[in-house]
């Protein structure tokens, strides 16, 4: 989980494009009536390499020797939230395979990007509420600055996976979490039987903006299996009997692509960016290529 | 066909388990999947499909069953009985005798005798040969040490039964020498194709090994086993027999015809196993030939039996002809006896010599047909048949002395010492004769002969080496008697001796008028087989055929015909029962039991369906696309379109 030197400084060169809403200005309600003349202070944030030193809080560099910009309303920085799968299901797949590991790059490196450019980062582990209970925190931040990097990687790397995914459930509980919406990216595997499509909703209804990472693994698109089997769900535990043989792993195949194409029309019917990964995909690439062709970064 | 282990076929019982197993649910191996969800999906997409994928099953479990079926129905080793033959040398008798041409095998016993010889011939190895001999009058060789089908085929639709017994002396000579004449080491096989007419004893043991193919189903025959007329008083009288060889009565007309003129028709039912003589008398004394013939007494379209050869028989009447008999005796007054005996012969006209005033005999130049010299030969014997009662020298014998001792008289049986009681016969004194070569003894005494006969240059001659006075024998009844037969012999009534008819085969001498510069011969299938007389006359030996046959005397100012009859008056030939086993050596031969006969197998054909059945499944388990899988790629590539 240890992100190199070389790939960092990459990372940092990223900018998250938020290309929607800013703090403040959610749709529909409460639209700010201000019009650039009289515009409030919101908060400071850290100088970073690059900001407009007009922006400098000199007061406040001043006596605290550590410069500071100013950030307006309008330009309140970017909260971003990742929000990890964290059901049994993601445990699936062997050493640099693993569903759960590659999500937890991918929020690391989502992460860091926004901590780089100062944005203020959020984090959740989404899990069944039983599970949840039995481990430390699953919500990470808000954070802010690359100092708080460290703290957030060690927390990526305590989760554990566990228990059934209820998608909706969580994304519901996590909007509900009082928290400044922003650009929420979910990192999942989307093998919730009740679905996302309400949880999204929510989301969306608070103001998120979404992006769907959908992880999976290769032998989840193109099965190794043969032969009269029983199929045990590790998450669930549900059996299913197949038989199967050439044409149904065809079937298997055709259908998982129809499932991500459908996927797909949802998110843009839905102005949600949707981006399918595979995690025999070098991390890098979907970073720095796949997530810039999906408009994600820049 | 059969199963030569039918025991095997329980292995079928393997079907029950492999069907129990399919409809037992499998055994499944639990392997762990991230999520069930999307197989849950694609399975009910599948939903549609149900069909094809318990067709996908169901194909499976049928070709394994059938792989099973052809498994164990190859276990049990199915064959198709033939009459495989051993490889190597086959020869093959078949029965050409008269009865096998009765019609209880369809269609006759001799063409399903040929049928059984051609699937022998089906039977063969490449590496076979094959000789077909046929057993008729005449045995013949159709093939010989043959390997090739073809020509074999060809052999055998030549092969044609006869109407006369079979040779078989002459056929199992013929069968012996083709199988010592075979590839050395090699055991030959003789299969005998008959109705098991073979005689029961006298049969010489043949090599190799022995097979018996029995032809024909029926033994019920009513036959005509006798026919012939003969003088009685003025005019003639005619006798037949009928016998039924079979097990039960077959009733039947019996017609009788006189130059096919219908001269009488009756009814006749014979007891099985029996026989019955009719007599009909008072028939015309003149030339006719008689036929008599069985019919089904439900009317001419019925056949009688199933062996027609022996429903009708020929029989020719032929009264003695005026024979033209010279007597010439040195006798002055003539010889009364043999005067007298002449007269009173029939059909003889006698004539005698008469003296000229110097004594001598002018011998006329007509012919006669007999020239008795009694006492007196002359130096040159004329043209014709001779009787020389105590001759003097001439060119035929020599005479030296004479004897006395003419006891013990021995008589040998012969047409002409028949029915002439000589053996009491005393004779004071005889000429010695040197008996000459072609000279038959037929009275002899302890001295010598005192009567032979033969034939020499062309013509009969007997001879009586005592004068008639020196002897009782003019006074015996045996004299008119053997004068009689004597003149039978010199001058027969026919140019052939052929009174009682003739059995199928049997040769003909002919010794025509010496005026008749040809002889044809017609036979009952319109056959004509003509020569011109030799010295020995004409010697025909075409008696194959059944029936009436023409004898016609060509000359140079006229011709006449003569007839004579063949019958088959044979109840070996008439008796058809099929024989249950043949003896041949001392062995007895019985037709071949199922295992005896050649069973081609053809389990290697179903190994190699189970095989191929064995690749189809695995192609149908292991291929990548089921055909429901294959209907739904067209389907979708056809809604993509």
Not at chain 1, 53 to 72: G, H, T
Not at chain 1, 255 to 283: F, G, M, S
Request: glycine share 10%.
């Amino acid at each position: 989980m240890i992100f190199d030197e070389k790939t960092l400084r990459k990372l940092h060169r990223l900018t998250l494009v938020a290309t929607q809403v800013r703090a403040g200005m959610i749709k529909g309600e409460r639209r700010s009536t201000k019009r650039g003349t009289s515009v409030e202070f919101a908060d400071y944030r850290d100088y970073a390499p690059g900001d407009d030193l007009r922006r400098l809080d000199w007061n406040v560099y001043a006596r605290l020797e550590r410069p500071f910009i100013k950030l307006m309303e309008e330009e309140e920085d970017l909260a971003v939230h990742l929000l990890v799968d964290g059901s049994r299901s993601m445990d699936w797949g062997a050493g640099e395979l693993n569903k759960l590991s590659f999500a937890l790059r991918l929020a690391g490196a989502l992460g860091s990007i926004g901590l780089s450019a100062g944005d203020r980062l959020s984090a959740a582990f989404l899990q069944a509420p039983g599970e949840a209970a039995a481990r430390a925190a699953t919500v990470y931040g808000p954070s802010r600055g690359p100092a708080a990097l460290t703290r957030y990687l060690e927390y990526l790397q305590a989760q554990r996976a566990g228990g059934i995914t209820d998608l909706n459930r969580s994304l519901r509980d996590y909007s509900l979490g009082g928290r400044r919406a922003g650009l929420a990216f979910l990192i999942s595997d989307l093998f919730a039987p009740g679905g996302y499509e309400e949880g999204c909703r929510r989301l969306q209804g608070r103001g998120y903006e979404m992006a769907i990472i959908h992880v999976l693994s290769p032998d989840e698109i193109d099965p190794p299996l043969a032969g009269d089997l029983r199929l045990v769900d590790v998450e669930t535990g549900e059996t299913q009997e197949v038989s199967l043989d050439g044409g149904l792993r065809d079937l298997y195949r055709q259908r998982v692509e129809a499932w991500q194409a459908e996927i797909e029309t949802y998110c843009r019917k839905h102005n949600i960016r949707y981006l399918p990964v595979r995690t025999d995909t070098p991390w890098e690439r979907v970073i720095l290529q796949d997530m810039r062709k999906a408009s994600i970064v820049r | 066909m059969n199963l030569l282990t039918p025991l095997s076929l329980l292995f079928g019982l393997l079907a029950v388990p492999i069907v129990v197993m399919y409809m037992l649910k499998l055994r499944r191996k639990e392997v762990e999947v991230s999520s069930s969800l999307l197989w849950q999906m694609v399975l009910r997409d599948r939903q549609a499909n149900a069909p094809w994928q318990r067709l996908r099953r169901n194909l499976l479990l049928f070709l394994q069953l059938t792989i099973l079926a052809l498994v164990v129905v190859g276990l049990a080793r199915p064959a198709i009985p033939t009459p495989s033959v051993a490889a190597g040398a086959v020869i093959v008798l078949i029965d050409g005798s008269a009865s096998m041409n009765a019609t209880d095998a369809a269609p006759t016993r001799f063409e399903a005798a040929v049928a059984a010889a051609r699937r022998l011939v089906e039977a063969m190895t490449p590496d076979s040969q094959m000789t077909v001999i046929v057993a008729g009058t005449r045995p013949q060789v159709l093939a010989s040490a043959e390997s090739e089908r073809a020509a074999l085929g060809e052999a055998l639709s030549s092969a044609r039964a006869d109407q006369g017994p079979a040779d078989w002396q002459a056929a199992f000579a013929l069968a012996s020498g083709a199988a010592a004449g075979g590839t050395a080491g090699q055991d030959a096989t003789i299969v005998i194709i008959s109705d098991g007419g073979l005689p029961d004893e006298g049969l010489p043991p043949l090599p190799g090994e022995v097979r018996y193919v029995p032809v024909g189903e029926t033994g019920e025959n009513l036959a005509i086993s006798a026919l012939a007329v003969r003088a009685a008083g003025s005019g003639a009288e005619l006798f037949a027999r009928v016998d039924n060889y079979g097990g039960a009565a077959i009733p039947a007309i019996l017609s009788f015809y006189a130059d096919e003129t219908l001269i009488r028709s009756q009814e006749i039912d014979v007891p099985p196993g029996e026989s019955e003589s009719i007599v009909l008398p008072g028939l015309p004394g003149g030339e006719a030939v008689y036929r008599a013939s069985l019919e089904a007494a439900g009317g001419r379209d019925e056949p009688l039996d199933a062996f027609g050869l022996d429903d009708h028989a020929f029989t020719v009447y032929q009264p003695a002809g005026d024979r033209r008999v010279l007597l010439i005796t040195a006798a002055e007054g003539g010889n009364i006896f043999l005067e007298q005996v002449l007269a009173a012969m029939p059909g003889v006209t006698p004539y005698r010599a008469v003296r000229g005033a110097d004594g001598s005999v002018t011998i006329p130049e007509d012919p006669f047909d007999v020239y008795i010299f009694d006492g007196e030969t002359p130096a040159e014997l004329p043209e014709g048949d001779l009787l020389l009662i105590n001759p003097g020298d001439n060119p035929l014998f020599a005479a030296s002395g004479v004897f006395t001792d003419t006891g013990g008289i021995r008589v040998v049986d012969s047409p002409i010492t028949r029915f002439a009681e000589l053996a009491d016969m005393q004779v004071r004194q005889a000429k010695r004769v040197d008996l000459p070569d072609w000279g038959a003894a037929l009275v002899e005494a302890e001295g010598g002969v005192l009567l032979f006969a033969g034939e020499t240059g062309g013509r009969r001659v007997a001879v009586m080496p005592f004068d008639l006075h020196d002897s009782d024998l003019p006074l015996l009844y045996a004299f008119p008697v053997l004068m009689a037969n004597l003149m039978e012999y010199l001058a027969p009534a026919q140019a052939f001796e052929a009174g009682a008819g003739l059995q199928p085969g049997d040769p003909l001498v002919i010794r025509p008028d010496p005026a008749v510069r040809e002889v044809a011969v017609a036979a009952p299938d319109q056959q004509v087989y003509s020569a011109a007389p030799g010295e020995q006359g004409v010697l025909f030996s075409d008696t194959g055929i059944l029936g009436l046959y023409a004898v016609n005397y060509i000359s140079a100012e006229t011709q006449w015909a003569e007839y004579f009859a063949v019958n088959l008056f044979n109840p070996g030939e008439s008796d058809i029962e099929p024989a249950a086993e043949v003896k041949v050596g001392r062995a007895a031969i019985a037709p071949g039991t199922e295992d005896r006969l050649g069973q081609r197998e053809f389990w290697p054909w179903l190994a190699l369906a189970g095989l191929i059945v064995l690749v189809i499944e695995w192609l149908v388990y292991h291929r990548r696309q089921t055909i429901g899988g294959l209907v739904e790629r067209l389907a979708r590539r056809g809604a993509e379109r």
